[in-house]
């Protein structure tokens, strides 16, 4: 069993940054691949995402390739989304999650409750 509590989301100017946390209760963290997703208002959960359990892979959809970096510190328990050059379309409720990798939503078991991100323009 694995919980997952995020932080670190606000409101932020265009082009600014911000970096969620994402700890996770369990002694099993280390042997998941970790990920995280996004929704926005009338939209379906988007793949943000994902980092296997070493830290060595990551994966990320197009629009925040280059922009975003997942990382995540197993001695902590914790993963991290570094967000830099933010866009208005990137504001949404962002979610990690914990499960067996990919990009798919029902590939991933645990969820934390989401931390909204709003970015003005």
């Known amino acids: 069993q694995v919980q997952l509590v995020e932080s670190g989301g606000g409101l932020v100017q265009a082009g600014g940054s911000l970096r969620l946390s994402c700890a996770a209760s369990?002694?099993?963290?280390?042997?998941?691949?970790m990920a995280w997703f996004r929704q926005a208002p009338g939209k379906e959960r988007e793949f943000v995402a994902t980092?296997?359990?070493?830290?060595?892979?990551?994966y990320y959809t197009g629009s925040v390739k280059g922009r975003f970096t997942i990382s995540r510190d197993n001695a902590k328990n914790t993963v991290y989304l570094q967000m830099n050059s933010l866009k208005p379309e990137d504001t949404a409720v962002y979610y990690c999650?914990?499960?067996?990798?990919?990009?798919?939503?029902?590939?991933?078991?645990?969820w934390g409750q989401g931390t909204q991100v709003t970015v003005s323009s």
């Open positions: 999650a914990a499960g067996r990798g990919g990009d798919r939503p029902l590939s991933y078991d645990y």
């Open positions: 369990g002694r099993t963290f280390i042997s998941y691949p």
């Open positions: 980092i296997d359990w070493s830290g060595a892979v990551t």
